[in-house]
């Protein structure tokens, strides 16, 4: 099988930390993204949960807001209804 280079630019620390856990686990950084990639190619999807803190402080504050009824529109009984306060002048 032939093999190709690549480059990853990758936070110093954050390599460090990854050198020191692959190597916790036996293998190098290089056999552990071959097996991200392989893995990824097999099941045709990133094999983990990609994601922030969820959720993020603007949507706990979106969150709040609404259980306080802040900034929250009346409701309709018709998308005419709608309509009509949307184009009204206020």
């Known amino acids: 099988m032939a093999t190709t280079s690549i480059n990853i630019r990758m936070d110093k620390d954050l390599k460090k930390q990854f050198e020191d856990f692959c190597a916790d686990m036996g ?13 990824a190619i097999r099941e045709y999807r990133i094999p983990f ?12 504050k979106a ?26 002048d206020d």
């Open 27 to 39: 293998m190098s950084m290089s056999t552990a993204f071959n097996i991200f990639a392989r893995k």
């Open 63 to 88: 969150i709040e807001d609404a259980r306080n009824g802040i900034g929250l529109s009346r409701a309709f009984s018709s998308v005419e209804e709608l309509m009509e306060d949307l184009d009204a």
């Open 49 to 60: 949960e990609v994601g922030g803190e969820i959720p993020n402080e603007t949507t706990r």
